[in-house]
């Protein structure tokens, strides 16, 4: 069921969704996905997102700041190429994007 609004973040993410610049950003589809890469990965200035279906938001994508890298990595399927579209729709040209 939709998730409307509700994110996953890791320490950077949170600051980044408290209204802290940061440069690159990668969003996630699903918990797993994001607790697994989000435990792995220590690189500094990295915000980790993850979301599940229905929860993205317009609020959340005016928190990533213009210019920053984002990567969109969704699950590879009719859902998740439709979800990724959503949220590169709603960064517009505003970020240098990677699906």
């Keep these: 069921f939709p998730q409307s609004g509700n994110v996953f973040a890791d320490g950077t993410g949170l600051r980044l969704l408290r209204g802290e610049p940061v440069d690159q950003v990668i969003i996630l589809e699903g918990e797993i ?27 959340i994508a005016k928190k990533i700041p213009d210019g920053a890298t984002v990567t ?15 949220i590169s729709e709603s960064l517009k040209s505003r970020t240098k994007e990677r699906v």
């Design 72 to 86: 969109i990595a969704t699950h590879h399927d009719t859902a998740g190429e439709k979800y990724a579209l959503q």
């Design 33 to 59: 996905d994001h607790a697994s890469f989000a435990t792995r990965n220590k690189t500094e200035g990295l915000a980790i997102l993850g979301v599940v279906n229905g929860s993205w938001t317009t609020e």
